[in-house]
């Protein structure tokens, strides 16, 4: 498990355009080492603020986009297109103007997909894909160079939610029912699944964020503030606006 760093950076669209630029840089740095990528996509209005500025980057184009594969953490259990998904709000900020392999996204299912109404059976079918994709002879997990995780203001992390039963489920794909915020059927990536990442990346911006981000710095308990349970394997970082720092000791920052 890796120790957290922390970058603050004067306002979101600055946060945004860093998060960005972060981004390109790790995914060129993967496919050099690997010769691809693999990127878990969170939702939120940072990560779409996030997904527009990369999309406006003119260094996008030195990355091959056709060996990146795209996960998501989290999804609501909606119809394919819904605009609350996490999924539709991606393509439109990113996605859909990348020379994207098609065959190399993953979106989770949606509520009218082969899956039905049956949130279990859509978080069972997105473990499969993720079996499908790991490497022959290692874990039921594909590689994943970074993990972008937006921060609640519960201190929620995709969609594992403070006190709430999926965080006893041990599989790597969770049915999430009875959600605290809308919708309350969602599909998601437990922390175990999350803290096999190379990197996970803690976006989060605004003042209403600041309790939860200092209060998972400190050391709080994953049951009752996830985004304290969320660990990449190489690298933990928090990315954050002053704003949603407020409460972070100084001698934690990374100013920028």
Known sequence: MSEASVAVHADANLLAQAVAARLVVKLLDAQADRGQASVVLTGGR?????????????????????????????ERFLPAGDPDRNETQARAALLDAMPLDPARVHPMPASDGPAGADPEAAA????????????PGH???P?????????????????????????HDNRPV?????????????TTLTLP???????????????????AVSMALAGAGPVQLPAAGAHGVS???WLLDRAAAAGVPPRLRSLR
């Open 143 to 167: 590689h994943f160079d970074v993990l972008m995780l937006g921060v609640g203001e519960d201190g929620h992390v995709a969609s594992v939610f403070p006190e709430h039963p999926v965080h």
């Open 124 to 135: 069972a079918g997105y473990a499969a894909e993720l079996a499908r994709a790991a490497r």
């Open 174 to 186: 969770s049915a999430v029912r009875g959600s605290p915020k809308p919708p309350p059927v969602r």
């Open 46 to 74: 940072i990560a779409a603020a996030v997904y527009r500025a990369v999309a406006a980057l003119p260094a996008r184009d030195a990355v091959d986009w056709s060996r990146v594969d795209v996960w998501w953490g989290d």
């Open 235 to 237: 690298r933990t970082l």
């Open 139 to 141: 874990a039921t997990l």
């Open 193 to 211: 699944t999350i803290n096999t990442a190379d990197e996970v990346w803690l976006v989060a911006s605004g003042a209403d964020k600041a309790g």
